[in-house]
């Protein structure tokens, strides 16, 4: 039986958003052995190596004109998030940082205003203000469930989910007419080089030797890799494609939901401010989406 397309779209959203909301605790557990940058570049190198026997086959089918954008997709759409949140992660818990990461449907929107000509609703300035105003209020939430100063480590996710928002325009924009898992491998090959090169110039191998907990942080970082990085970009690409660029971002209303509970699960403080901040940050998503 053939799915709908709207049907198509709703049954990727769930997968995306079970396994990226997932990731953020995967990202905690493999801080505790490297550094933010080898998580980073460990789930890029990964992702790649996932795809490099289908690469070597596939990467003439991408047209010369083309290969700038799965370049930008590469590299803002996944190797420049894959630093950043682990950034953010040695300072905000996996369930603030997965909250955050909601962000990216309003940052697709304004992606799509400021170089795509999309046009602005005047309700959609109401959703985004609401979406900022709950980003603000979680970089006040300290890790023991607390209010102090603002936490600038937010930033990074915010810088994340912009990135997110240009690359998912891109993809809509410029690689439609390519098949997902074509541009997903070759935009994973873009990043390759350099997520390498970080490898072994850092002290990765001397924290495989050394550090009792490495294979078990490393086989997260697999999993992060294959399924958060390969497999999950070829789904969203091709939800990209059949839907609009913002419809495609909607995985996040249920990403902060997914990310609460093994936030939960790891034994993470929760407390209302978290909710508010969530339910402040989706509502604008709605609003957006309305």
Same mark, same amino acid.
């Given at each position: 039986?053939?799915?709908? /397309?709207?049907? @198509?779209?709703?049954?990727?959203?769930?997968?995306?958003?079970?396994?990226?909301?997932?990731?953020?605790?995967?990202?905690?557990?493999?801080?505790?052995?490297?550094?933010?940058?080898?998580?980073?570049?460990?789930?890029?190198?990964?992702? #790649?190596?996932?795809?490099?026997?289908?690469?070597?086959?596939?990467?003439?089918?991408?047209?010369?004109?083309?290969?700038?954008?799965?370049?930008?997709?590469?590299?803002?759409?996944?190797?420049?998030?894959?630093?950043?949140?682990?950034?953010?992660?040695?300072?905000?818990?996996?369930?603030? $940082?997965?909250?955050?990461?909601?962000?990216?449907?309003?940052? $697709?929107? @304004?992606?799509?205003?400021?170089?795509?000509?999309?046009?602005?609703?005047?309700?959609?300035?109401?959703?985004?203000?609401?979406?900022?105003?709950?980003?603000?209020?979680?970089?006040?939430?300290?890790?023991? &469930?607390?209010?102090?100063?603002?936490?600038? *480590?937010?930033? /990074?996710?915010?810088?994340?989910?912009?990135?997110?928002?240009?690359?998912?325009?891109?993809?809509?924009?410029?690689?439609?007419?390519?098949?997902?898992?074509?541009?997903?491998?070759?935009?994973? $090959?873009?990043?390759?080089?350099?997520?390498?090169?970080? @490898?072994?110039?850092?002290?990765?191998?001397?924290?495989?030797?050394? *550090?009792?907990?490495?294979?078990? #942080?490393?086989?997260?970082?697999?999993?992060?890799?294959?399924?958060?990085?390969?497999?999950?970009?070829?789904?969203?690409?091709?939800?990209?494609?059949?839907?609009?660029?913002?419809?495609?971002?909607? $995985?996040?209303?249920?990403?902060?939901?997914?990310?609460?509970?093994?936030?939960?699960?790891? &034994?993470?403080?929760?407390?209302?401010?978290?909710?508010?901040?969530?339910?402040?940050?989706?509502?604008?998503?709605?609003?957006?989406?309305?």
């Amino acid at each position: 039986m053939k799915l709908s /397309y709207s049907t @198509l779209s709703w049954l990727l959203i769930s997968i995306l958003a079970l396994i990226w909301g997932s990731s953020f605790v995967l990202m905690k557990e493999a801080l505790a052995v490297f550094s933010p940058y080898q998580v980073g570049a460990l789930r890029m190198a990964i992702a #790649a190596l996932a795809f490099a026997p289908l690469t070597i086959f596939i990467f003439r089918k991408i047209p010369l004109d083309k290969w700038k954008y799965v370049a930008i997709s590469g590299w803002i759409g996944n190797l420049l998030p894959a630093f950043l949140f682990p950034l953010a992660q040695t300072s905000l818990s996996s369930s603030v $940082t997965g909250i955050l990461n909601a962000l990216t449907p309003l940052f $697709t929107l @304004l992606v799509g205003i400021i170089a795509f000509q999309t046009l602005l609703k005047k309700q959609q300035v109401v959703g985004l203000l609401l979406g900022f105003a709950g980003a603000c209020s979680l970089s006040l939430l300290r890790n023991d &469930g607390s209010v102090g100063n603002i936490d600038y *480590h937010v930033l /990074y996710v915010m810088i994340a989910t912009l990135f997110y928002g240009i690359s998912i325009n891109v993809v809509r924009q410029h690689l439609g007419g390519i098949k997902p898992l074509y541009v997903a491998a070759c935009a994973l $090959t873009c990043t390759a080089p350099f997520a390498f090169t970080y @490898l072994l110039t850092s002290d990765f191998l001397l924290r495989m030797q050394t *550090h009792e907990a490495a294979p078990k #942080a490393l086989f997260y970082l697999v999993i992060l890799g294959v399924l958060g990085s390969a497999f999950a970009l070829i789904l969203f690409n091709k939800l990209v494609q059949i839907s609009s660029a913002v419809q495609a971002s909607m $995985t996040t209303y249920l990403i902060p939901v997914v990310a609460l509970f093994w936030g939960f699960q790891a &034994g993470e403080v929760l407390t209302i401010w978290h909710f508010l901040g969530m339910v402040l940050i989706v509502s604008g998503v709605y609003v957006v989406n309305k």
